[in-house]
């Protein structure tokens, strides 16, 4: 059974770093690309970006290029999306997903990122 | 970019009734659309893709048609289940992907 499992909810200051992670599991990590998806709160999905684990080729939504790095760690089957220094404004809930063919088939369970003084 | 608009943004519908959701591209994307459903507090899930398949496990009462700019998604007799919000997504050509706002799907 496939599986992306996402690091609990964080809540950061304005200003901090944070890394979240996406786990996959039951299938062949590398030869997926793996993506994220961002939902503001009470908003729609919003695709941010996605990477290609085999050979880190990473395509970015304009517009989230230069705010956030997506990774991944293939001997742990996993990947990353990280800010330097977070805002208010990326208070959202984060999903991991599988994009296959063009569209999402599997999503995580979703990371809350709390940003607030 | 592709700008993706689904009519209309609140639907109301009785159970066992017929429901249809549209979702209109700002420019053709062939049969390259996905429709997931999303409950509250939950993560979307694929319904549809590539216009009309339905996703492992979807019942056969959702379906997708359309091509080109027009697209629906139809919920032929809706069960207390059903009721969520629902975005279309275009995957034309590869990135950037564009999602639809979402239509909520009420209980009348």
């Known amino acids: 059974e496939v599986q992306l499992v996402q690091s609990g909810a964080e809540v950061k200051k304005p200003g901090e770093s944070l890394k979240i992670s996406c786990k996959g599991s039951?299938?062949?990590?590398?030869?997926?690309?793996i993506g994220w998806v961002r939902q503001m709160p009470g908003k729609g999905l919003e695709w941010m970006g996605i990477i290609y684990p085999r050979d880190s080729d990473t395509r970015y939504n304009p517009s989230f290029q230069g705010q956030v790095t997506i990774s991944v760690d293939n001997s742990i089957s996993t990947a990353y999306l990280q800010w330097s220094s977070l805002k208010a404004s990326d208070t959202a809930i984060y999903y991991c997903v599988s994009w296959v063919y063009g569209y999402f088939d599997y999503w995580g369970q979703g990371n809350l990122v709390t940003v607030s003084s | 970019e592709i700008v993706m608009t689904q009519s209309p943004a609140t639907l109301s519908v009785s159970p066992g009734e017929r429901a249809t959701l549209s979702c209109r591209a700002s420019?053709?994307?062939?049969?390259?659309l996905a429709w997931y459903q999303q409950k509250p507090g939950q993560a979307p899930r694929l319904l549809i893709y590539a216009a009309s398949t339905r996703a492992t496990g979807i019942p056969a009462r959702f379906s997708g048609s359309g091509s080109g700019t027009e697209f629906t998604l139809t919920i032929s007799s809706l069960q207390s289940e059903d009721f969520a919000v629902y975005y279309c997504q275009q995957y034309n050509k590869g990135p950037p992907i564009t999602f639809g706002q979402g239509t909520r799907l009420d209980i009348k």
């Open positions: 420019q053709s994307v062939s049969t390259n």
């Open positions: 039951g299938y062949s990590f590398t030869t997926y690309w």
